[in-house]
């Protein structure tokens, strides 16, 4: 049943998604008693409650405000622009590179703050920058299928920001990501060049998450139209439990999977992996079980994000690259303008990637 509890939270999450602002009525004492099925006694100490918090307050003749902030009680901006990396460092050193090199002798200084897959520390960081905002930030966004974005961890409307792959959840804000159609494209064209008869597509990924759904349709498009059959049969999912947390590891997952699969069921021609880190899995996986890559089954990737670093610890990989350092430098232009002051509407920026041979595909 409601409680007092529930009422505060609720207003708190309307006011952190916008829906309610500074100076806006909320809703009658009794409005929000019949909204709750509560006593009226319990709203008041609810009321009270975000009182004492400094959220609303009374107006004579009007009723209860979100509060106006006092401006002298605001923290101050931090003159820093964030770039906050929530994943592993393989490839944080390409993004800070490359907005250092937008943002020199501006200024702002960049400072990465990296979790290491640390989703609590990214959390965290992510609630207090919603507290006190830095000058401007740029957001790789986590895919849902991992972590959830409550509203207490968005940036302030009016903040600069620009995300990195993906967008956030009731927010608006510049975005720049990879053409994932036109990755599906360029990857069913360097399998039909390469004369394979069967495919499978292997990802961490649940069916229909989003960029990689339009990368599997633009594959299948390819695929199909040269008689190359590829379609929901010809990809398998798998949970990864690994990624995150106290001692990370992306690949496991992946090498489990693959040797569970490669027991039970035979291997196609081309083993497709949804990302760099699956694909290492993957041919760890292989190995293990006696094939040869690419002799027995060629594998590629649909992801780089993991560095050069990966080429150390198996043969130079196929992959497609998203170009993750001009990604990141159109983000910090985009930042850039901002913080000078531009105001034009809302931008959304896809960069077109390519095919990188390598050792793992005959």
Known sequence: MPNKQ????????ML????????????????????????????????????????????RGVGTTIAVPDPAAVP????????????????NHILTYAVNEIFIGSPWKVVNYNACANLK??????????????????????????????????????????????????????????NPFGEGLLIGDYLVSRAFRSVLYITPSPEGEQPESETLRGLALVLNRNQLAFDSTRIRRYRDEYSYGATPDPI???????????????????????????????????????????????????EKGCGHELNFVTQKLTTFDNLYYHQARVAAELLMERLKGDDSPIQHHQIHGMMIPGETSR
């Open 76 to 91: 101050p901006e931090r003159p820093d622009v964030a770039l906050l990396n929530a994943g592993n460092d393989s490839n």
């Open 252 to 302: 496991r997952a992946a090498v489990e999977f693959t040797v569970a699969l490669a027991e039970r069921e035979p291997m196609p021609d081309v083993i497709v992996a949804g990302h760099d880190w699956v694909a290492i899995g993957v041919i760890r996986a292989l190995r293990q079980c006696g094939f040869r890559v690419p002799e027995d089954v060629s594998v590629i990737s649909a």
């Open 121 to 178: 520390w990214y959390a965290n960081f992510l609630r207090e920058c919603h507290n006190c905002a830095h000058a401007g930030m740029i957001l790789p966004v986590i895919s849902p299928n991992v972590f959830a974005y409550t509203p207490d961890m968005l940036p302030p409307p009016n903040s600069k920001v620009v995300l990195l792959g993906g967008e956030l959840p009731g927010c608006n804000f510049d975005v720049v990501r990879s």
């Open 6 to 13: 529930t009422i505060c939270q609720d207003i708190r999450d």
């Open 16 to 59: 952190n998604s916008g829906q309610l602002r500074a100076g806006m009525k909320i809703p009658s004492h009794r409005e929000l008693s019949r909204k709750y099925c509560v006593a009226i006694a319990t709203v008041t100490r609810a009321i009270n409650e975000l009182k004492s918090e400094g959220v609303v307050e009374s107006v």
